[in-house]
């Protein structure tokens, strides 16, 4: 009787694997590569030159970045761009820097006194809500073509005009001597950053970001995302991929007019 499967004779070709056309991939990005060098991996490992991404993690941060392959995929990027964050972020008190978070030049180091967890919850209250918010030197955000982070390190500073967020929920997870432990969910275009700095300048100390993990944007979670260290050899990364490809027609479907 003949087997139920195929196993290719010397010389013979199995058939190829049906060619990927588009797809959206959440991927749980570790610490440590950039944004762009996990769109680098997944277009490896796919074999697919129209590969973007939506929304940029920095190096020293993790988590949830959205990854659209192919062009049905890739022309809905700005709407998933539009869609609300969350973020858990670490906060270090009593430090401020050029750049708002750890890769950057301290410029200021002030005493931190002890707070009560009731001033500490009392002053992220404070943020809560629609504000506000200036564009840190040292972003992605465009003047003249170009970010300001290409003026910033060359010491010609950009004041762009504050822009609208929305603070949904800020809440203290966790407080050390030095440190705050924060769940954020936020409009997009909010600095997580800044917020940090902001939450240090209010509370008389300074502070800046040591720590960022995005949970989710829009209607997409991290718990449902790839492990993003299982994309350095392109046959697991295939496979992780493919197990958890989006497709346009569903992504759509959950999609709401909002975003």
């Known amino acids: 009787m003949p087997s139920e499967a195929h196993a290719a004779s010397p010389g013979e070709k199995l058939p190829a694997e049906p060619a990927l056309e588009a797809g959206i991939f959440l991927v749980d990005k570790p610490v440590g590569p950039s944004s762009f060098r996990m769109v680098q991996l997944v277009r490896r490992a796919l074999s697919i030159k129209k590969v973007g991404h939506a929304g940029t993690l920095d190096p020293f941060a993790s988590g949830l970045l959205v990854i659209c ?20 972020a670490v906060v270090k008190l009593g430090i401020e820097t050029a750049t708002q978070d750890l890769e950057g030049e301290v410029i200021a180091q002030h005493a931190v006194r002890a707070f009560s967890r009731e001033e500490l919850e009392q002053c992220l209250a404070g943020f ?89 944007s829009g209607p997409f979670g991290v718990e449902n995302a790839v492990d993003g260290s299982l994309l350095q050899d392109p046959v697991p990364a295939r496979q992780a991929l493919l197990a958890k490809v989006l497709t346009v027609e569903e992504v759509l479907a959950v999609l709401s007019p909002a975003e």
Request: charged letters at 25%; one cysteine or more; a positive charge.
């Open 69 to 88: 392959v192919g062009r049905p995929a890739t022309r809905l990027i700005s709407r998933f761009m539009d869609g609300n964050k969350r973020y858990e």
């Open 128 to 216: 809560l809500g629609e504000q506000l918010q200036t564009p840190p030197q040292f972003s992605a955000l465009k003047h003249q073509g170009k970010p300001l982070y290409h003026y910033a390190r060359r010491g010609i500073i950009i004041e762009k005009a504050p822009r609208p967020v929305t603070i949904f929920r800020l809440q203290l997870l966790d407080a050390g001597a030095d440190t705050l432990r924060i769940r954020v969910d936020c409009s997009k275009g909010t600095y997580i950053r800044t917020l940090a700095a902001d939450i240090g300048r209010a509370l008389g100390c300074g502070a800046h970001l040591i720590a960022l993990r995005r949970l989710g």
